[in-house]
Protein backbone atom coordinates (compact mmCIF):
# COMPACT_ATOMS: atom_id res chain seq x y z
CA UNK A 1 0.00 0.00 0.00
CA UNK A 2 0.78 3.45 -0.82
CA UNK A 3 2.14 5.29 2.08
CA UNK A 4 4.32 8.32 3.89
CA UNK A 5 6.90 7.61 6.38
CA UNK A 6 8.28 10.75 8.44
CA UNK A 7 10.50 8.52 10.67
CA UNK A 8 10.92 11.70 13.73
CA UNK A 9 8.56 12.64 15.53
CA UNK A 10 9.67 15.58 17.33
CA UNK A 11 13.25 17.42 16.95
CA UNK A 12 14.58 20.03 18.54
CA UNK A 13 17.36 22.63 17.06
CA UNK A 14 18.80 25.55 18.60
CA UNK A 15 18.53 28.43 16.52
CA UNK A 16 20.79 29.31 14.07
CA UNK A 17 21.56 25.63 13.59
CA UNK A 18 20.88 23.25 10.59
CA UNK A 19 17.78 21.33 10.04
CA UNK A 20 16.94 18.19 8.13
CA UNK A 21 13.70 16.66 8.30
CA UNK A 22 13.02 13.27 6.88
CA UNK A 23 10.34 11.74 4.53
CA UNK A 24 10.36 8.59 2.55
CA UNK A 25 7.03 6.95 0.50
CA UNK A 26 6.59 4.03 -0.98
CA UNK A 27 4.38 4.42 -4.28
CA UNK A 28 4.92 2.14 -7.52
CA UNK A 29 6.05 5.38 -9.61
CA UNK A 30 7.05 9.06 -8.91
CA UNK A 31 4.51 10.95 -7.18
CA UNK A 32 3.83 14.64 -6.77
CA UNK A 33 5.78 15.35 -3.30
CA UNK A 34 5.09 18.36 -0.75
CA UNK A 35 5.97 19.97 2.82
CA UNK A 36 3.42 21.64 4.67
CA UNK A 37 3.91 23.69 7.82
CA UNK A 38 1.27 23.98 10.47
CA UNK A 39 1.37 26.37 13.14
CA UNK A 40 -0.81 25.12 16.43
CA UNK A 41 -4.66 25.36 15.58
CA UNK A 42 -3.81 26.60 12.07
CA UNK A 43 -4.50 25.34 8.34
CA UNK A 44 -1.48 24.12 6.65
CA UNK A 45 0.94 26.24 4.19
CA UNK A 46 2.98 24.60 1.27
CA UNK A 47 6.48 25.48 1.81
CA UNK A 48 7.41 23.57 -1.30
CA UNK A 49 6.57 20.95 -3.85
CA UNK A 50 8.07 18.47 -6.11
CA UNK A 51 6.43 17.28 -10.30
CA UNK A 52 9.51 16.65 -12.37
CA UNK A 53 12.88 18.11 -13.02
CA UNK A 54 15.68 19.47 -10.77
CA UNK A 55 15.60 17.50 -8.05
CA UNK A 56 16.96 20.24 -5.43
CA UNK A 57 13.47 22.29 -4.93
CA UNK A 58 13.41 25.37 -3.27
CA UNK A 59 10.39 26.75 -1.44
CA UNK A 60 9.35 29.60 1.11
CA UNK A 61 10.98 31.15 4.10
CA UNK A 62 14.48 29.62 3.21
CA UNK A 63 13.31 25.89 3.16
CA UNK A 64 14.83 23.52 0.40
CA UNK A 65 14.15 19.62 -0.36
CA UNK A 66 16.08 17.47 -2.33
CA UNK A 67 13.98 14.61 -3.74
CA UNK A 68 15.98 10.99 -4.48
CA UNK A 69 14.71 8.67 -6.20
CA UNK A 70 16.95 5.46 -5.32
CA UNK A 71 15.86 6.57 -1.91
CA UNK A 72 12.19 7.21 -1.98
CA UNK A 73 12.66 9.83 0.00
CA UNK A 74 12.24 13.68 -0.19
CA UNK A 75 14.04 15.21 3.18
CA UNK A 76 13.72 18.92 4.01
CA UNK A 77 16.10 21.21 4.62
CA UNK A 78 16.82 24.30 5.76
CA UNK A 79 20.74 25.65 6.34
CA UNK A 80 20.10 28.09 9.59
CA UNK A 81 16.45 27.60 11.68
CA UNK A 82 14.93 30.70 12.50
CA UNK A 83 12.79 30.66 16.13
CA UNK A 84 9.55 31.53 14.28
CA UNK A 85 10.24 27.72 12.61
CA UNK A 86 9.06 25.71 15.48
CA UNK A 87 5.71 24.51 14.23
CA UNK A 88 4.65 20.85 12.70
CA UNK A 89 6.02 19.65 9.27
CA UNK A 90 3.91 17.65 7.08
CA UNK A 91 5.55 15.25 4.24
CA UNK A 92 2.81 14.99 1.45
CA UNK A 93 2.53 12.61 -1.65
CA UNK A 94 -0.33 13.03 -4.27
CA UNK A 95 -1.51 9.76 -5.30
CA UNK A 96 -3.69 9.22 -8.22
CA UNK A 97 -7.67 8.85 -7.35
CA UNK A 98 -10.03 6.29 -9.57
CA UNK A 99 -11.52 7.96 -12.17
CA UNK A 100 -9.03 10.95 -12.83
CA UNK A 101 -7.40 13.26 -10.25
CA UNK A 102 -5.37 12.75 -7.26
CA UNK A 103 -5.65 13.03 -3.24
CA UNK A 104 -2.87 13.84 -1.00
CA UNK A 105 -1.60 11.65 1.57
CA UNK A 106 0.21 12.84 4.77
CA UNK A 107 3.26 11.54 6.61
CA UNK A 108 2.50 11.67 10.32
CA UNK A 109 4.30 14.79 11.02
CA UNK A 110 7.35 16.00 12.79
CA UNK A 111 7.53 18.57 15.76
CA UNK A 112 9.84 21.09 15.49
CA UNK A 113 11.05 22.80 18.62
CA UNK A 114 13.90 25.88 17.97
CA UNK A 115 15.96 26.35 21.63
CA UNK A 116 16.71 30.29 21.63
CA UNK B 1 -1.97 34.19 -3.93
CA UNK B 2 -4.99 31.50 -3.73
CA UNK B 3 -7.44 31.65 -0.71
CA UNK B 4 -9.16 29.39 0.88
CA UNK B 5 -11.43 30.24 3.69
CA UNK B 6 -13.22 28.10 6.16
CA UNK B 7 -15.70 29.15 8.51
CA UNK B 8 -16.16 29.20 11.54
CA UNK B 9 -12.83 28.66 12.86
CA UNK B 10 -14.16 27.64 16.44
CA UNK B 11 -17.45 26.04 17.04
CA UNK B 12 -19.25 24.58 20.30
CA UNK B 13 -22.38 22.41 20.13
CA UNK B 14 -24.33 20.58 22.17
CA UNK B 15 -24.49 16.96 21.62
CA UNK B 16 -27.48 15.92 19.52
CA UNK B 17 -27.25 18.54 17.43
CA UNK B 18 -26.37 19.76 13.89
CA UNK B 19 -22.97 21.63 13.00
CA UNK B 20 -22.05 22.68 9.41
CA UNK B 21 -18.59 24.04 8.38
CA UNK B 22 -17.98 26.01 5.17
CA UNK B 23 -14.89 25.92 2.97
CA UNK B 24 -14.90 29.22 -0.04
CA UNK B 25 -11.99 29.20 -2.57
CA UNK B 26 -11.96 32.96 -2.45
CA UNK B 27 -10.06 34.15 -5.75
CA UNK B 28 -10.15 30.89 -7.62
CA UNK B 29 -12.67 27.98 -9.17
CA UNK B 30 -12.43 24.42 -7.18
CA UNK B 31 -13.74 21.97 -9.23
CA UNK B 32 -12.68 19.42 -6.22
CA UNK B 33 -12.36 20.35 -2.20
CA UNK B 34 -11.39 17.57 0.19
CA UNK B 35 -12.29 17.36 3.99
CA UNK B 36 -10.18 16.37 6.35
CA UNK B 37 -9.88 15.69 10.15
CA UNK B 38 -7.06 16.04 12.55
CA UNK B 39 -6.71 14.91 16.06
CA UNK B 40 -4.50 15.90 18.13
CA UNK B 41 -0.75 15.85 17.70
CA UNK B 42 -1.58 13.42 14.92
CA UNK B 43 -1.79 13.93 10.74
CA UNK B 44 -4.49 14.84 8.30
CA UNK B 45 -6.57 11.85 7.63
CA UNK B 46 -9.06 12.37 4.42
CA UNK B 47 -12.56 12.20 4.82
CA UNK B 48 -14.05 12.47 1.44
CA UNK B 49 -13.63 14.38 -1.80
CA UNK B 50 -16.57 16.22 -3.29
CA UNK B 51 -16.79 17.30 -7.15
CA UNK B 52 -18.77 20.16 -7.63
CA UNK B 53 -22.18 19.04 -8.79
CA UNK B 54 -22.27 15.59 -7.56
CA UNK B 55 -21.88 13.63 -5.02
CA UNK B 56 -18.83 13.42 -2.44
CA UNK B 57 -16.51 10.20 -1.96
CA UNK B 58 -16.40 9.14 1.33
CA UNK B 59 -12.50 7.18 2.18
CA UNK B 60 -13.60 4.26 4.29
CA UNK B 61 -14.67 3.72 7.78
CA UNK B 62 -16.20 7.34 6.97
CA UNK B 63 -19.79 8.13 7.63
CA UNK B 64 -21.09 9.51 5.31
CA UNK B 65 -24.72 10.02 7.01
CA UNK B 66 -23.18 11.07 9.94
CA UNK B 67 -20.75 14.13 7.37
CA UNK B 68 -22.65 15.35 4.76
CA UNK B 69 -20.78 16.83 2.18
CA UNK B 70 -22.47 19.18 -0.29
CA UNK B 71 -20.43 21.18 -2.98
CA UNK B 72 -23.43 23.00 -4.58
CA UNK B 73 -20.69 25.64 -6.56
CA UNK B 74 -17.23 26.17 -7.75
CA UNK B 75 -16.34 27.96 -4.87
CA UNK B 76 -18.42 26.54 -1.75
CA UNK B 77 -18.09 23.27 -0.40
CA UNK B 78 -19.71 22.47 3.03
CA UNK B 79 -19.35 19.74 5.77
CA UNK B 80 -22.17 19.16 8.15
CA UNK B 81 -21.80 16.80 11.04
CA UNK B 82 -25.33 15.75 12.28
CA UNK B 83 -26.13 14.71 15.36
CA UNK B 84 -22.79 15.37 16.93
CA UNK B 85 -21.31 13.51 19.87
CA UNK B 86 -18.29 14.37 22.02
CA UNK B 87 -16.35 11.72 20.02
CA UNK B 88 -16.93 14.12 16.90
CA UNK B 89 -14.63 16.55 18.38
CA UNK B 90 -11.89 17.76 16.36
CA UNK B 91 -9.90 19.60 14.34
CA UNK B 92 -11.80 19.69 10.47
CA UNK B 93 -9.53 20.87 7.23
CA UNK B 94 -11.13 21.81 4.11
CA UNK B 95 -8.77 22.33 0.75
CA UNK B 96 -9.35 23.00 -3.00
CA UNK B 97 -7.89 22.46 -6.31
CA UNK B 98 -7.76 25.18 -8.48
CA UNK B 99 -10.50 23.97 -11.81
CA UNK B 100 -7.50 24.55 -14.07
CA UNK B 101 -6.29 21.17 -13.00
CA UNK B 102 -2.86 22.42 -10.99
CA UNK B 103 -2.34 19.65 -8.71
CA UNK B 104 -1.33 21.98 -6.05
CA UNK B 105 -4.09 22.40 -3.27
CA UNK B 106 -4.62 25.22 -0.83
CA UNK B 107 -6.01 24.66 2.67
CA UNK B 108 -8.78 26.58 5.06
CA UNK B 109 -7.30 27.50 8.16
CA UNK B 110 -9.25 24.94 10.34
CA UNK B 111 -12.32 24.97 12.48
CA UNK B 112 -12.40 22.84 15.78
CA UNK B 113 -15.31 21.58 16.66
CA UNK B 114 -16.22 20.89 20.54
CA UNK B 115 -19.23 19.29 20.89
CA UNK B 116 -20.25 18.89 25.05
Known amino acids: AQSVTQPDIHITVSEGASLELRCNYS??????LFWYVQSPGQGLQLLLK??????LVQGIKGFEAEFKRSQSSFNLRKPSVHWSDAAEYFC??????????????FGTGTQLKVEL | GAVVSQHPSRVICKSGTSVKIECRSL??????MFWYRQFPKQSLMLMATSNEGSKATYEQGVEKDKFLINHASLTLSTLTVTSAHPEDSSFYICSARDHRGYTEAFFGQGTRLTVV
Open chain 1, 27 to 32: YGATPY
Open chain 1, 50 to 55: YFSGDT
Open chain 2, 27 to 32: DFQATT
Open chain 1, 92 to 105: AVALPLTGGGNKLT
